[in-house]
């Protein structure tokens, strides 16, 4: 079992249609949680940072952290067909290491 | 302020062969990081630099090895290389070690034949 799983999709939905992301962990000791963006032929660009549990919302993008369900979620909100991209989770420890694990990445389409 | 900046931007190499990739790190980054990422797979850790020295490795062999020089830009080094290693290899700066968020080059495409 990997320590991050995220379904890599695609996922594809049309303009201005709310989008949820997902990846689920199983390592309790992730304290750090991120998502990135990477668009074809391109590095990964930090989208959202969250420490431990709760939301956080920045524009039309919001994340979720449940740590007693070891579930992280990503929203999307009057999606664009800008937001076309993979989209990857990533988590840290806290204390000792602080490198970051990810998913595989989910990729969206969102079609005008 | 410029970004992390990676060259070359392709490269092809057949099996044996060895290779080196570059990367120049943010300004203000003391940390670098290499990553692998195979087509359709998050990127998977190769190694993290930090002040020059080695500070952390993933589960790759000894023939992946790299290099962080004074002004912190970084070297990623591959030898004998085999068809597996195609893959983009992304390089990703900190301000600090102990900072977990990762500011990466656009990456250089390895293809191996």
């Known amino acids: 079992q990997k320590e991050v799983e995220q379904d890599p999709g695609p996922l594809s939905v049309p303009e201005g249609a709310i989008v949820s992301l997902n990846c689920t962990y199983s390592?309790?000791?992730?304290?750090?949680f991120m998502w990135y963006r990477q668009y074809s032929r391109k590095g990964p660009e930090l989208l959202m940072y969250?420490?431990?549990?709760g939301n956080k919302e920045d524009g039309r993008f919001t994340a979720q952290v449940d740590k007693s369900s070891k579930y992280i979620s990503l929203f999307i909100r009057d999606s664009q067909p800008s937001d076309s991209a993979t989209y990857l989770c990533?988590?840290?420890?806290?204390?000792?290491?602080?490198?970051?694990?990810f998913g595989r990445g989910t990729s969206l389409i969102v079609h005008p | 302020e410029t970004g992390v900046t990676q060259s070359p931007t392709h490269l092809i190499k057949t099996r044996g062969q060895q290779v080196t990739l570059r990367c120049s790190s943010q300004?203000?980054?003391?940390?670098v990081s290499w990553y692998q990422q195979a087509l359709g797979q998050g990127p998977q850790f190769i190694f993290q630099?930090?002040?020059?020295?080695?500070?952390g490795r993933g589960n790759f062999p000894p023939r992946f090895s790299g290099l962080q020089f004074p002004n912190y830009s970084s070297e990623l080094n591959v030898n004998a290389l085999e068809l597996d290693d195609s893959a983009l290899y992304l390089c990703a700066s900190s301000i600090d070690s102990t900072y977990e968020k990762l500011f990466f080059g656009s990456g250089t495409q390895l293809s191996v034949l």
């Open positions: 969250t420490y431990s549990s």
């Open positions: 630099y930090y002040r020059e020295e080695e500070n």
């Open positions: 990533a988590m840290a420890r806290s204390g000792g290491s602080y490198i970051p694990t």
């Open positions: 300004s203000g980054h003391n940390t």
């Open positions: 390592n309790s000791a992730f304290q750090y």
